[in-house]
C-alpha cells in the first residue's frame, strides 16, 4: 500500500499524535486486516484438526443460528 503524503497530528508541543488517512487507505486497511483474521482463524481450525465441512453447509448452518 503507497500513501500519498502523509499528514500527521500533532499536539501542543509537536509531537505525533495521529495521522489522516484518505477513506481508501482506511478501507484498504480495514480489507487487509479482515484477510488476516480469516487467515488466522484457518490456522487455528487446522490446528485443532477436528473434521471439516464443506462451505455450503458451514453457510447455511450459519443462517440457521442467526435467524
Same mark, same amino acid.
Do not use: C, W
Given at each position: ?10 499536539? %501542543?508541543?509537536?509531537? %505525533? ?31 485443532? %484438526? ?18
Amino acid at each position: 500500500m503507497q500513501t500519498q503524503q502523509q499528514q500527521y497530528l500533532k499536539d %501542543n508541543n509537536g509531537k %505525533n499524535v495521529g495521522i489522516f488517512l484518505t477513506i481508501k487507505e482506511y478501507e484498504m486497511i480495514l480489507e487487509k486486516l479482515e484477510e488476516l483474521e480469516d487467515i488466522k482463524d484457518y490456522d487455528e481450525a487446522k490446528v485443532k %484438526n477436528e473434521p471439516t465441512i464443506p462451505l455450503r453447509e458451514a453457510i447455511k448452518i450459519r443462517k440457521q443460528k442467526n435467524g
